[in-house]
């Protein structure tokens, strides 16, 4: 059957034109439910015997979509027609329910009303869209009221009132959300309920009781046609908020319009925006961005006093800035930068967040809703209010709120309880917090991706050594050196001696490609994670544990298949000749650091082994000179290694992570390996090869370091990567470490090395700036990062021994899996570095230390150190919190140095300082290393 | 964006194999020696189509064959925003090519060289024409043929309709040929193959094959395509588009014979 849709829609030039679509309705949907006659139940998806089959509106699904993620709601009906409307109004909950309805664990299924020919609903005159779509939805229950012939109860889920009472009257039984959870008495559930945003109306009874405290506290926002009129005009600026880690009430927006950032003071400019808003900024007058000066930083104390809300009591009206808290802070000269003002919001970066609740007293009469407070574990969101009818559960466990609305009278935003993680303070529960703020997926593999698996126990076939493609390399004495303890063995090497006085030197990576195939699940879900996670005391793979810790993992005195890059190189390590191909290895070692290192220092081992060991470092060494000589940076980080208790799992001991020579060796091979494909891929694939690269740092964003550099009377010269890495090897003092620190705060100026699709950039921007390589990428870990397995499809293409999997046409695709490997990257080091501060939390509690630390930036009221031996950085107070001013104190921008009015101390950045750690709890469940000078 | 649902339903409610609906009729333009109209869903095409007749442009006259020549023009109309085209720019002026040589290769041109008119194999309208002026074959006569089509309504693959319509008003005319050539397209968006895409698939971005068939014969007669695709995506989709030709041919045979018993009714045959 065929009908014409016809609507009038604006063009891009501002026409007005009609378009006409056609509209097909047909017979063959089907309505879902296995005990149907009628219907092809091949694709059904609810269940056998359904008591109640859902159908829920679409204002339901777009604000209670947690509610809908929950286990206990089940046997729904999605109709397209709200999917539409979800998908135009807000895009992740979309997915989040698309995701629902392909999870095969929950019974949803979609029904296409909008083709089906018996609940299509044509428009009528003077019908508005909403009261179509809402008819719609009506029809369509009806439909399944009348197909499913009183074999199961259909139940309209609609929370408007309208709707519910024509539903009614046309006999379709409906209830409001609320209703229904309470007819399940699961009263957790009740707790995933949003509350509606028309909360004003309870409000307004709020106001006549206590009209001094209803106030209106932040200004309205602009409505989007003014704001683009005033994007327009260049009166507004648009771009994404950024709150200061450590400072919530400052935030930054970089704006393109001025070419700077805006810096935003305090919540009333900020205006209601959170962290990663697309927000629209407005300047302040010149002479308010002086006044801003003496605002430095709020601390998060600052919010404490007015905690504990009364049920349904409204909020205090915020602090204006013009009164800051004194505290630690910023000592930017902040007269040059631009301050301004949210006028409004123009994308909601809204999600979960995980913290825990403000302790506060019961209300009394247990059982009845309480309204709490949830802090954040991210600093930078504020408080959320939440109604719940389980504080006595919640108050002690870390849990996850969802934020619903924050209108302009109320200090803090509303949100609803999503769920529970656990235990506060436990290391488990506070583990997962890091991986749940992180996006990091800890699921189990489903049984599609290891259905993917080759069968277990796996060992190289006869046909994979009769392979042409694969040449036969066992007899190679192939060996691999990684770090102790380490599972998932990925590259292997090996280095012979030619008769004509050369070496031969292999690089043999695992071939994970070879069970990894493009577009299976395997392979989808390893492209979703992007690449392993590890925390201190446990990984997280991408791919399952036989592969990464058996089948590919090049483990010793076993064969394996491997993918080769063989070099012939001179004694002068010229690399004479490159090949690449599909092995099989016998690895005859797998080495620790310690262990390699250990062989080579021994001088009294000759064995071959050895011998090898001692001809790759040679070789090595003389890779890295000339790589530093053409201006590769050596970098240092502040990499942090625990000793962990075997039973506890509590950590014993922390110290710096040690870089042995065997670690360079090893790091300089894989290099050049990666150099070398990074040439052979892009040679064949121009336009779709995955490269890294890592982009010069501006002139700005050295600045603190040249900063900091001046200050200690060193010249640094920034105007290459070469002139950089010289001027770093000459930055010595008498102190040892001194070098070792200038190294970190120089890496701490640098961006992140991404990957990208070569067809997106052009060459010149390849460049890799920290290895001073034209060309770079990843091919040597591909059991934990899919970029290698995705350069090893390329290489493999290359060679002609696979064929392209054709996302490689797919210029857009490629970028967005670059992006996201960008992504799950940054979050994987992310969570690494909170992992590593949670074991220090846990290693301090019970050891309060004093040791040394070093200077490293210096705020108005304090400074922060840097200490080498744990690899920890925190603010050290001068001024006690809460005094203001802290007058008594002077900065010298100049020289870097903070000194007491009356001149009798002075600290300057780099000093060796003394100071003590220890454990503290200023806020309630929210333990923090505070470090103080002895 | 998303032109197939996970449900497997495209924009329009159609599943990826199906075609739009197609309407087709014959003798709409009586002036003309032979016409069609050619609907897929809201494609609209007209085709009329004039000869053989005497070449008007001595200049252009072909010793061996008759001369076909096309003119594909859009109405004003025929998009939503009505805007005044010029007459022969780059695209229709392509198209008209491309049709020019789909035809050209299914009219039994050799039949109508210049001076043998081996009146037997021409069809009904042309024998009627050559009778009156008969004595005209002792003088050299060059034929053209001339199709003109026109763009009613456009929503995507106005480039196969016209194909179709144009073959329609051939065989409505007379004129001799090889095999029907029907036309249909493809796509490939969403890592699904798609039949027979509209405006706003079409415009998608995606890869586009416009095919065109003697299906008797099993020959392809046209093949477009205006993206990359690898090459086993490519046989599917042109593999779906083959079927499409066909699904149209058999309807345009349909209509055919419908046509045909309407005549031989009309005669009293």
């Known amino acids: ?934 | 964006m998303e032109y197939v649902s996970p449900e497997g339903l495209r924009l329009d409610g159609r599943r990826p194999m199906e075609m739009r609906q197609i309407r087709a009729d014959i003798g709409v333009v009586a002036k003309a020696d032979g016409s069609a109209l050619f609907e897929m869903g809201n494609t609209k095409v007209i085709a009329a189509v004039y000869g053989p007749r005497e070449v008007q442009n001595r200049s252009q006259q072909l010793n061996d064959s008759a001369l076909v020549r096309c003119e594909y023009t859009m109405a004003n109309f025929s998009t939503g925003d009505r805007m005044r085209k010029p007459k022969g720019d780059r695209r229709s002026t392509e198209i008209s090519l491309v049709i020019r040589q789909t035809m050209e290769a299914c009219i039994m041109t050799h039949l109508m060289p210049r001076s043998q008119v081996p009146l037997l194999h021409l069809g009904e309208l042309f024998l009627h024409e050559c009778v009156v002026c008969s004595f005209l074959s002792l003088v050299s006569l060059f034929f053209q043929i001339d199709i003109f089509v026109q763009v009613l309504q456009a929503d995507g693959g106005t480039r196969s309709a016209c194909i179709n319509a144009a073959s329609l008003a051939l065989a409505d005319a007379g004129i001799p040929m090889r095999d029907l050539v029907t036309s249909c397209s493809a796509g490939y968006l969403n890592s699904t193959p798609l039949l027979d895409l509209n405006y706003i698939e079409d415009s998608a971005g995606g890869a586009d094959v416009t095919l065109g068939i003697m299906p008797k014969l099993d020959k392809v007669t046209l093949l477009q395509m205006d993206a990359k695709l690898s090459v086993e995506t490519f046989e599917n989709v042109m593999q779906l588009a083959i079927e499409g030709c066909k699904a149209v041919a058999t309807y345009i045979r349909e209509v055919l014979l419908e046509n045909t018993k309407q005549l031989e009714y009309r005669r009293g045959i």
Request: proline share 5%.
């Open chain 1, 1 to 934: 059957m065929l009908q014409n849709k016809s609507f009038v829609k604006r063009t891009r030039g501002g026409k007005i034109t009609k378009v006409v679509r056609e509209h097909y309705l047909r017979h063959d949907i089907y309505c879902g439910a296995p005990i149907c006659k009628v219907c092809d139940t091949s694709q059904a998806r609810l269940s056998p015997t359904p008591s109640t089959i859902l159908i829920f509106d679409t204002n339901v699904v777009l604000n209670q979509i947690d509610l809908l993620e929950n286990p206990a709601i089940d046997d729904v009906v999605v109709l397209s027609i709200v999917l539409e409307e979800v998908k135009n109004r807000n895009l992740s909950v979309y997915n989040r329910v698309r995701a629902l309805c392909s999870n095969s664990l929950r019974k949803f299924f979609v029904f296409s009303n909008e083709h089906h020919k018996d609940t299509y609903v044509t428009e009528m005159s003077g019908e508005s869209k909403n009261d179509r779509n809402d008819r719609a939805i009506r029809v369509a229950a009806q439909w399944y009221q009348t197909h499913l012939a009183g074999s199961a109860r259909i139940l309209l889920i609609t929370n408007d009132k309208e709707n519910k009472r024509k539903a009614i009257e046309e006999g379709i039984s409906a209830e409001t959300v609320e209703s229904y959870v309470r007819s399940l008495s699961r009263p957790d559930l009740l707790d995933l309920l949003v509350q509606p945003a028309s909360e004003d109306v309870n409000m307004e009874e709020v106001e006549d009781l206590r009209p001094s405290k209803r106030k209106i506290i932040y200004t309205e926002h602009k409505p989007m046609s003014e704001i683009t009129s005033g994007l327009h005009r260049g009166i507004y600026h648009q771009g994404k908020l950024r709150v200061n880690r450590y400072n919530p009430f400052e935030a930054y927006v970089g704006s393109e319009s001025i070419g700077d950032e805006i810096i935003i003071y305090g919540r009333t400019n900020m205006n209601r925006a959170f962290d990663g808003d697309i927000v629209a900024v407005e300047l302040l007058p010149q002479d308010q961005w002086h006044e801003e000066k003496s605002l430095a930083l709020a601390d998060e104390e600052d919010e404490e006093e007015d905690v504990h809300l009364v049920p349904g009591s409204a909020d205090d009206a915020p602090r204006t800035t013009a009164q800051p808290p004194g505290s630690a802070g910023v000592t930017e000269p902040i007269s040059s930068r631009p301050s301004g003002r949210v006028v409004g919001i123009i994308k909601r970066n809204w999600h979960s967040y995980c913290g825990s609740l403000e302790p506060m007293a019961m209300p009394a009469g247990s059982g009845g809703v309480a309204h709490a407070l949830f802090a954040s574990k991210d600093r930078r969101i504020p408080k959320i209010r939440i109604h719940t009818r389980q504080l006595e559960n919640l108050l002690d466990k870390r849990i996850v709120v969802a934020v619903d609305s924050w209108d302009r009278l109320s200090r803090y935003p509303s949100g609803h309880y999503v769920r529970t993680i656990g235990q506060i303070g436990d290391r488990d529960t506070e583990t997962e917090v890091v991986l749940i703020e992180n996006d990091i997926n800890t699921r189990p593999f489903s049984s599609q991706v290891l259905a993917c698996l080759p069968p277990l126990p796996w060992s190289v076939s006869s046909e994979d050594l009769a392979n042409s493609i694969r040449q036969d390399l066992r007899q190679l004495r192939v060996f691999s050196v990684d770090p102790p303890g380490c599972k998932d063995i990925d590259d292997a090497l090996h280095c012979t001696s030619l008769p004509n006085g050369n070496y031969e030197v292999g690089v043999h990576i695992a071939d994970v490609t070879n069970f990894v195939h493009s577009d299976t699940p395997l392979d989808d879900e390893a492209s979703q994670r992007g690449t392993s996670v590890y925390l201190v005391e446990r990984r997280i793979d991408m791919l399952p544990k036989p592969l990464t810790e058996d089948v590919c993992s090049l483990r010793a005195d076993v064969e394996r298949l491997a993918f080769s890059v063989i070099w012939e190189m001179t004694p002068e390590a010229e690399i004479i000749s490159t090949r690449y191909t599909k092995s099989v290895i016998k690895s005859c070692a797998a080495l620790s650091y310690i262990e390699a290192q250990a062989r080579m220092d021994d001088s009294r081992l000759m064995d071959p082994l050895t011998t090898d060991l001692r001809n790759m470092n040679a070789l090595a060494k003389i890779m890295r000179e000339r790589r530093i000589q053409r201006g590769a940076l050596t970098l240092a980080s502040a990499e942090v290694k625990f000793q962990i208790d075997t039973e506890t799992h509590d950590p014993l001991d922390i110290g710096m992570y040690q870089i042995r020579e065997a670690n360079q060796m090893v790091e300089e091979f894989m290099l050049a390996a990666n150099v070398s494909v990074a040439e052979k891929i892009l040679k064949h694939f121009p336009l779709c090869s995955l490269l890294r690269r890592h982009p010069t740092p501006t002139r700005e964003m050295l600045e603190p370091l040249l900063r900091t550099a001046a200050a200690v009377g060193l010249n640094l010269d920034v105007s290459s990567s070469k002139a950089l890495a010289d001027s770093l090897d000459s930055a010595v003092a008498d102190d040892p470490y001194f070098n070792k620190l200038i190294r970190i705060l120089a890496t701490r100026c640098m961006t992140q090395a991404v990957y990208f699709s070569s067809g997106d950039l052009s060459p010149p921007e390849y460049l890799h700036y920290g290895l001073a390589a034209p060309l770079y990428t990843h091919f040597t870990s591909p059991i934990r990062r899919y970029a290698d397995v995705i350069v090893h499809r390329l290489l493999a293409a290359s060679l002609g021994i696979q064929k392209l999997p054709t996302i490689f046409q797919d210029g857009t695709r490629l970028t967005s899996i670059a992006d996201n490997l960008n992504y799950r990257h940054r979050n994987a080091q992310m969570a690494s570095r909170a992992s590593v501060e949670l074991h220090t939390l846990i290693f301090f509690r019970k050891r309060p230390t004093d040791t040394e630390a070093r200077i490293v930036r210096i705020r108005s009221n304090g400074f922060f150190v840097f200490v080498p031996k744990y690899g920890i950085e925190g603010p050290v107070y001068l001024t006690p919190r809460g005094e203001k001013g802290g007058g008594e104190w002077f900065v010298d921008e100049q020289q870097q140095k903070i000194r007491k009015m009356d001149g009798s101390m002075s600290y300057s950045v780099l000093q060796t300082v003394f100071i003590h750690l220890e454990i503290v709890e200023p806020q309630p469940n929210r333990p923090k290393l505070q470090l103080t000078l002895v």
